[in-house]
């Protein structure tokens, strides 16, 4: 089915340890961005690819990294995890014009420990 | 001020109800708007558009207020399978193509 891939779905990492979550979209969607979701926080933008070639900060980047491998791939890596990075961080992807939402993934539900 | 604000809830609805709720916006240059729906634990799913003039689908309605910076959402006949947290997401024509999300309306519709 065509959508927005997530992997992993679970990950649990020791603090100072590094991961890279993975996202892929076939939609053929130029723009792609990663979200953090805490209790009683909402959606927190961490960083966006808004077309292939170009990436920016979101609100919250601090700790993060991240690379748009080609226009169906954008990959987010935690360099070295904290406890403060326990989320579910989602990954969606959007056409360009504004009458388009976004399609998330499933999202990764990440413990850091 | 929040760019997108939403009442957290929860709206508790007896079943077959009717319930209703809305969402204001800051900027009044913004040009899309969208109510999505976000099961406990899941991700957020696109519920519907919401046009100038107002729509419908099936049992939602969405509505628009540009001079007052609002949208609405109204659920008639509300099923156990509403509950949900429904976010209000607005297209403000940011850089990078992003929208800006709402905190959610909790609903909880019981027997």
């Known amino acids: 089915n065509a959508g927005v891939t997530q992997t992993p779905k679970f990950q649990v990492l020791k603090t100072g340890q590094s991961m890279t979550l993975q996202c892929a979209q076939d939609m053929n969607h130029n723009s792609m961005y990663w979200y953090r979701q805490d209790p009683g926080m909402g959606l927190r933008l961490i960083y966006y690819s808004a077309s292939e070639g170009t990436t920016d900060k979101g609100e919250v980047p601090n700790g993060y990294n991240v690379s748009r491998l080609n226009k169906r791939e954008f990959s987010l890596r935690l360099e070295s995890a904290a406890p403060s990075q326990t989320s579910v961080y989602f990954c969606?992807?959007?056409?360009?014009?504004?009458?388009?939402?976004?399609?998330f993934g499933s999202g990764t539900r990440l413990t850091v420990v | 001020r929040k760019e997108v604000e939403q009442d957290p809830g929860p709206f508790n609805v007896p079943e077959g109800a009717t319930v209703a709720f809305n969402c204001t916006y800051s900027?009044?240059?913004?040009?899309?708007f969208f109510w999505y729906r976000q099961d406990c634990r899941k991700e957020p799913k696109l519920l519907m558009s919401v046009y100038s003039s107002g729509n419908e689908d099936g049992r939602f309605t969405a509505q628009l207020n540009r001079a007052s910076q609002y949208i609405s959402l109204l659920i008639r006949d509300s099923k156990l399978s509403d509950s949900a947290t429904y976010l209000c997401v607005v297209n403000q024509l940011t850089a990078g193509n992003k929208l800006t999300f709402g905190g959610g309306t909790r609903v909880l519709v019981k027997p």
């Open positions: 900027n009044s240059a913004s040009q899309s």
């Open positions: 969606a992807s959007r056409n360009s014009g504004s009458d388009y939402g976004y399609t």
